[in-house]
């Protein structure tokens, strides 16, 4: 399947920076072009991505960009903030979470688990600036309304953009836009099916995900739903029967989402789903992660066409 790449514009200074194919560590950004200044949503994983992205953003304008907005702590949307030159802002958890994420060296652990990234010029940058509700920001006539989802979704500190008189809404990792496969293991499996609620209800008729095409109108929203629904169904299936996480993922039938990319993220999709069928709150982290992140990649590996 292909889509469109690059800066696209939505709206009349609101563009949507999307990267192919969407795969582990290949985010989508955006820019927002104001009358004085820039604000930028998201950075990506690498230098050579994020010198991509500040070409394509010359190309368009010379202002200076000011602000950069994180939808949340993971390196594919925040690991170049450095190179933005601006003020990073992000809810409280995600700066929290990037900190911890800085004591134990994650990125290390990635760079184990994903030889073929290229994460070269990948830094962390706790955030200047963190809020725990929301940030409105007005950059000329334009009005941004950053919030927080409210509660745990894809991470345990998700924003979205909005910018309601253009009805556009960057989504950060809320949303995988087919036919990239949603991926809940850090957040909470209903936490998110009620964000996609949530963000369909918005007064909004473009839709940026954090990885995959734009959604021009809600599809992308319901086909997302559509999958974490049936997921969670059929784990609570095999819960009851009493399977373990990995036995049920391996045995869930994709059926109409077979061919979506990345689908290995079954595995952590059902032990997240797992952990709130035995009463665990949404977001708690996992005691059993490190085996979750090893029976992911052996699914991935076993499905390599
Ligand atoms: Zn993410």
Same mark, same amino acid.
């Given at each position: 399947?292909? #889509? ?5 514009e939505l709206d009349k200074g609101i563009y ?16 927002i072009v104001?009358?004085?200044?820039? *604000? ?14 500040? =070409?394509?953003?010359?190309? +368009? ?5 000011? &602000? ?10 925040? #690991? ?51 809020? =725990? ?7 000329g006539d334009k009005? !941004?309304? !950053?919030?927080? *989802? ?13 910018i @309601?008189d253009s ?22 499996? =209903?936490? =998110? ?14 839709? +940026?995900?954090?990885?995959? @095409? ?21 784990? #609570? ?14 045995? *869930?039938?994709?059926?109409? &989402?077979?061919? #979506? ?45």
């Open positions: 399947m292909e #889509w469109q790449t690059g800066l696209i949507a920076y999307i990267q192919p194919r969407g795969t582990w560590f290949i985010a989508n950004a955006g820019l104001g009358r004085d200044f820039s *604000i930028v949503i998201d950075s990506l994983t690498n230098e050579k991505m994020a010198m991509d992205f500040l =070409s394509s953003i010359r190309k +368009v304008t010379d202002k200076p960009i000011r &602000f950069l907005i994180n939808t949340h702590y993971h390196g594919d949307h925040t #690991w170049t903030n450095h190179l933005f030159n601006a003020v990073t802002m992000a809810h409280v958890n995600t700066r929290r979470l990037i900190e911890e994420e800085m004591r134990i060296n994650v990125m290390g652990l990635y760079e184990k688990l994903f030889p073929e990234i290229d994460f070269s010029g990948a830094k962390y940058t706790p955030q200047g600036l963190v809020f =725990s509700e929301s940030l409105i920001l007005h950059a009005t !941004i309304e !950053i919030k927080y *989802i409210g509660y745990p979704a894809h991470t345990v500190g998700d924003v979205y953009v909005h @309601p009805r556009v809404v960057f989504t950060g990792d809320l949303l995988f836009a087919e036919p990239c496969t949603p991926f809940v293991l850090f957040g909470s499996v =209903s936490g =998110s099916i009620e964000a996609l609620d949530r963000l369909a209800s918005l007064n909004a008729d473009i839709y +940026v995900p954090g990885h995959g @095409p734009v959604s021009y109108g809600r599809k992308a929203l319901y086909r997302a739903r559509d999958y974490l629904v049936y997921i969670r169904d059929e784990a #609570w299936r095999y819960f009851k029967e009493g399977l373990s996480f990995n036995e049920a993922a391996l045995r *869930i039938d994709l059926m109409e &989402f077979a061919n #979506w990319y990345d689908k290995e993220r079954i595995v952590g999709n059902v032990a997240r789903a797992y952990s709130e069928f035995s009463g665990e709150k949404p977001g708690t982290p996992l005691q059993n992660l490190n085996e979750v992140i090893i029976k992911m990649n052996e699914y991935r590996i076993a499905h390599i066409k």
